[in-house]
């Protein structure tokens, strides 16, 4: 989070470098990408559940399914989510919402299928992990920021292009030869890519932070270690997530950044969830 | 005059931070408190699951009479059993003992076992051994969060003056410890 800030100073100071008055600029690409985040994560719960086509699961036919996440709520001592189901053949399943008091959870009815009681268990209690510590809050954070160095970035560069390679008209007399000049267009056109792999940097741990906080509900490794195995083995692939909304779900659910064991360098950076392998090593050492 | 608005500012900080201090206090301690009557609903949903499951065994198995008196014994244990803590563990062990050996012996009536009524009881008491099973864990989290914070430093010297005292952890009764056995 810190390097988020970080990279968002230098990218206002590359901006003020470049234009004269960099300060109004980095406010309006402020506000803007506040008001959009504010309202994605106001509305986060709606929002991902229409996309994932997921409908409330009926308390009669998912009945041990609503007393499973009842019973982990009560170890967890939050108030019980909406639980959704979505009818898709991938295991998977994602947790949203702006508080505890707010929040849903979906499961997919291949999840269902594949998974026993105690590996049902891992998987609701990763998820509620999520809620309790308010993840979903923390990477809305990380979204506005990046949008925020995005925009900066994007008018800086739009500015820079219309004026013909230079920013402010009016600053002539000590823009030229100013040997910062080139840093700041640098930094301004990698920063975006930085941006990026810093969220997905954070996406990681906070994963990490879920799938250790889950065995701490259950008091039982074995079970969610047994159900990341299973992900590992199960190939198939998610139809109802989209880019958007990839960090929210347990297991990576695009085929292009699915955890092969021989993903290049570049992959590995952009990925939202550790590998599958690491995950589950990580689990044994408890 | 600045030395006065260093000590100001520096007594006013510290007022916050002790209000800031109090208020987690607080909230630990409430959270203690609202786990353990978590655990009270559902022993409290187990006792008055009994009377059903009774009735519905009575129907098929009516001269299994030590079990079922067992049950009943247990169950009224149970209830004048709620405000004392180690009553209410004692109670709690009979109870799981007693519903033991009653669904033990379900097994050898096929009609009983067939029962829609029995079976939704039985995957209900199930459920609520479960659940009481959580709410204990949430207690002795929310204990532990509660002890820690106010045994560490420097918070332990506000505490004490806030009449802030340790809580004591659920223990299981060396009853529960041993093995239970099933006697068919």
């Given at each position: 989070?810190?390097?988020?800030?970080?990279?968002?100073?230098?990218?206002?100071?590359?901006?003020?470098?470049?234009?004269?008055?960099?300060?109004t600029?980095?406010?309006?690409?402020?506000?803007?990408?506040?008001?959009?985040?504010?309202?994605s994560?106001?509305?986060?719960?709606?929002?991902?559940?229409?996309?994932?086509?997921?409908?409330?699961?009926?308390?009669?036919?998912?009945?041990?399914?609503?007393n499973?996440?009842?019973?982990?709520?009560?170890?967890?001592?939050?108030?019980?989510?909406?639980?959704?189901?979505?009818?898709?053949?991938?295991?998977?399943?994602?947790?949203?919402?702006?508080?505890?008091?707010?929040?849903?959870?979906?499961?997919?009815?291949?999840?269902?299928?594949?998974?026993?009681?105690?590996?049902?268990?891992?998987?609701?209690?990763?998820?509620?992990?999520?809620?309790?510590?308010?993840?979903?809050?923390?990477?809305t954070l990380?979204?506005?920021?990046v949008?925020?160095?995005?925009?900066?970035?994007?008018?800086?560069?739009?500015?820079?292009?219309?004026?013909?390679?230079?920013?402010?008209?009016?600053?002539?007399?000590?823009?030229?030869?100013?040997?910062?000049a080139?840093?700041?267009?640098?930094?301004?056109?990698?920063?975006?890519?930085?941006?990026?792999?810093?969220?997905?940097?954070?996406?990681r741990?906070?994963?990490?932070?879920?799938?250790?906080?889950?065995?701490?509900?259950?008091?039982?490794?074995?079970?969610?270690?047994?159900?990341?195995?299973?992900?590992?083995?199960?190939?198939?692939?998610?139809?109802?997530?989209?880019?958007?909304?990839?960090?929210?779900?347990?297991?990576?659910?695009?085929?292009?950044?699915?955890?092969?064991g021989?993903?290049?360098?570049?992959?590995?950076?952009?990925?939202?969830?550790?590998?599958?392998?690491?995950?589950?090593?990580?689990l044994?050492?408890? | 005059?600045?030395?006065?608005?260093?000590?100001?500012?520096?007594?006013?900080?510290?007022?916050?931070?002790?209000?800031?201090?109090?208020?987690?206090?607080?909230?630990?301690?409430?959270?203690?408190?609202?786990?353990?009557?978590?655990?009270?609903?559902?022993?409290?949903?187990?006792?008055?699951?009994?009377?059903?499951?009774?009735?519905?065994?009575?129907?098929?198995?009516?001269?299994?009479?030590?079990?079922?008196?067992?049950?009943?014994?247990a169950?009224?244990?149970?209830?004048?059993?709620?405000?004392?803590?180690?009553?209410?563990?004692?109670?709690?062990?009979?109870?799981s003992?007693?519903?033991?050996?009653?669904?033990?012996?379900?097994?050898?009536?096929?009609?009983?076992?067939?029962?829609?009524?029995?079976?939704?009881l039985?995957?209900?008491?199930?459920?609520?051994?479960?659940?009481?099973?959580?709410?204990?864990?949430?207690?002795?989290?929310?204990?532990?969060?509660?002890?820690?914070?106010?045994?560490?430093?420097p918070?332990?010297?506000?505490?004490?003056?806030?009449?802030?005292?340790?809580?004591?952890?659920?223990?299981?009764?060396?009853?529960?410890?041993?093995?239970?056995?099933?006697?068919?």
């Open positions: 989070m810190f390097g988020f800030v970080l990279v968002l100073a230098l990218v206002g100071f590359a901006v003020g470098t470049l234009i004269g008055n960099g300060v600029g980095t406010i309006i690409a402020l506000v803007i990408s506040g008001v959009m985040a504010v309202t994560y106001w509305k986060s719960d709606k929002i991902a559940l229409a996309v994932s086509r997921a409908v409330p699961a009926d308390s009669n036919e998912y009945r041990r399914l609503h499973l996440v009842e019973g982990l709520c009560i170890a967890g001592g939050i108030p019980k989510p909406q639980v959704y189901i979505i009818h898709d053949d991938a295991p998977n399943a994602f947790a949203t919402g702006r508080n505890p008091k707010n929040a849903a959870i979906a499961i997919t009815t291949g999840l269902l299928n594949q998974m026993n009681r105690v590996e049902l268990e891992g998987v609701v209690a990763h998820e509620l992990s999520h809620i309790k510590n308010y993840d979903i809050l923390v990477s990380a979204v506005t920021l949008g925020s160095i995005a925009l900066i970035t994007d008018m800086t560069l739009r500015m820079m292009w219309w004026n013909g390679g230079r920013v402010s008209r009016s600053g002539d007399r000590n823009d030229r030869g100013n040997p910062l080139i840093v700041g267009f640098v930094l301004l056109l990698v920063s975006p890519i930085i941006a990026r792999i810093m969220q997905a940097a954070v996406s741990r906070r994963e990490t932070l879920a799938d250790v906080s889950a065995v701490r509900m259950t008091r039982y490794p074995p079970g969610l270690i047994s159900a990341l195995e299973k992900l590992q083995a199960d190939n198939t692939e998610t139809h109802s997530a989209s880019m958007a909304t990839a960090h929210m779900w347990i297991e990576q659910p695009l085929s292009g950044v699915k955890d092969a021989r993903l290049g360098m570049w992959h590995k950076l952009f990925n939202t969830h550790p590998p599958l392998s690491e995950r589950i090593a990580l044994r050492e408890i | 005059m600045s030395t006065t608005l260093v000590v100001v500012l520096v007594v006013v900080f510290l007022a916050l931070v002790v209000g800031a201090t109090y208020n987690s206090l607080i909230r630990r301690r409430n959270e203690v408190d609202n786990a353990w009557s978590q655990i009270d609903v559902q022993l409290k949903r187990r006792l008055d699951l009994i009377p059903n499951l009774v009735e519905t065994v009575k129907g098929y198995a009516a001269h299994e009479k030590t079990a079922l008196e067992a049950v009943v014994a169950r009224n244990s149970g209830i004048s059993a709620q405000a004392n803590p180690h009553a209410q563990a004692a109670a709690d062990n009979a109870i003992g007693a519903l033991r050996q009653l669904f033990a012996l379900s097994e050898s009536y096929p009609d009983l076992k067939a029962n829609q009524g029995f079976v939704s039985q995957e209900e008491l199930s459920n609520t051994e479960s659940r009481i099973a959580y709410a204990r864990q949430f207690y002795g989290d929310a204990v532990s969060a509660f002890n820690t914070a106010i045994q560490k430093f918070t332990v010297l506000l505490a004490g003056m806030f009449g802030f005292s340790a809580r004591d952890f659920f223990e299981a009764e060396d009853a529960a410890r041993v093995v239970p056995e099933v006697k068919f």
